[in-house]
T-cell receptor
Framework: AQSVTQLDSQVPVFEEAPVELRCNYS??????LFWYVQYPNQGLQLLLK??????LVKGINGFEAEFNKSQTSFHLRKPSVHISDTAEYFC????????????FGRGTSLIVHP | ETGVTQTPRHLVMGMTNKKSLKCEQH?????MYWYKQSAKKPLELMFV???????ENNSVPSRFSPECPNSSHLFLHLHTLQPEDSALYLC??????????????FGPGTRLTVT
C-alpha cells in the first residue's frame, strides 16, 4: 500500500521569501513522486515529477523538489515566491508493480502575502 | 480546444434530477479518470478507463454511472444524488495506465451543487 502525508495544511509566507512545502510518503516498492498545483477555480497542473536519476528535480515556475529515500520525503521548495504562487499544492505517490493509480495528499494551501 | 475540457463548469441539480457531466481530452491519451474533490478531503478517485474499458471502480455508489464511448470522451451520468455529493468533479487523462499513469492532465472541473 502507498500513502502520502502533507504535513502542513496551510503555509503563509511573504512575497519574495523562500518556501518549503513538506511531503512524506510510504510505500513498500519503488515509487514515483509528483507535485501538482491547483489555482482557484482550475484543475490540477503538474509542477514536477521524480521518476529516477537525480534526486533534485526542477519544475515549472521556479519550483524544485528533492527526493530523499532514507527520509521518505519529497519536499517542494522555491527560493522566492510571488503573489501568483498562491494556490493549493498536492503531493502524489505512484508505485510500480501496483495498480498504477496515484495517491494524492490532502494538499497544502500556500498563501503569499504582499 | 487543447488539453482536457469539461462541461458544464457549474451545475445545480435537485435530488430527483438526472444530469450528465462531459469530459473531452485532446491529447491522444488512452486512460481517463473521474475524481471527486470535496473541501478538506483528499482527492477521491472514482473511476478509471483504459482504452475505453473500465479498470477501476472505487466503490462508487450506483447513482454515479460512467460512460466512455471512446478514448477521447468520458461522461458521468448522475441521478438521485444526495446533498453530500456536492463537490468539484475533476476529469483527468494520462498516456496510459502504466508508468505514465502518474502524470495526469486535469480538466478545470465541474462544480456540482445538489439541492
Amino acid at each position: 500500500a502507498q500513502s502520502v502525508t502533507q504535513l502542513d495544511s496551510q503555509v503563509p509566507v511573504f512575497e519574495e521569501a523562500p518556501v518549503e512545502l513538506r511531503c512524506n510518503y510510504s510505500s513498500s516498492v519503488s515509487v514515483y513522486l509528483f507535485w501538482y498545483v491547483q489555482y482557484p477555480n482550475q484543475g490540477l497542473q503538474l509542477l514536477l515529477k521524480y521518476l529516477s536519476g537525480s534526486t533534485l528535480v526542477k519544475g515549472i515556475n521556479g519550483f524544485e523538489a528533492e527526493f530523499n529515500k532514507s527520509q521518505t520525503s519529497f519536499h517542494l521548495r522555491k527560493p522566492s515566491v510571488h503573489i501568483s504562487d498562491t494556490a493549493e499544492y498536492f503531493c502524489a505517490v505512484f508505485s510500480s508493480g501496483g495498480s498504477y493509480i496515484p495517491t494524492f495528499g490532502r494538499g497544502t494551501s500556500l498563501i503569499v502575502h504582499p | 480546444e487543447t488539453g482536457v475540457t469539461q462541461t458544464p463548469r457549474h451545475l445545480v441539480m435537485g435530488m430527483t434530477n438526472k444530469k450528465s457531466l462531459k469530459c473531452e481530452q485532446h491529447l491522444g491519451h488512452n486512460a481517463m479518470y473521474w475524481y471527486k474533490q470535496s473541501a478538506k478531503k483528499p482527492l477521491e478517485l472514482m473511476f478509471v478507463y483504459n482504452f475505453k474499458e473500465q479498470t477501476e471502480n472505487n466503490s462508487v455508489p450506483s447513482r454515479f454511472s460512467p460512460e466512455c464511448p471512446n478514448s477521447s470522451h468520458l461522461f458521468l451520468h448522475l441521478h438521485t444524488l444526495q446533498p453530500e455529493d456536492s463537490a468539484l468533479y475533476l476529469c483527468a487523462s494520462s498516456q496510459d495506465r502504466g508508468l505514465a499513469g502518474g502524470e495526469q492532465y486535469f480538466g478545470p472541473g465541474t462544480r456540482l451543487t445538489v439541492t
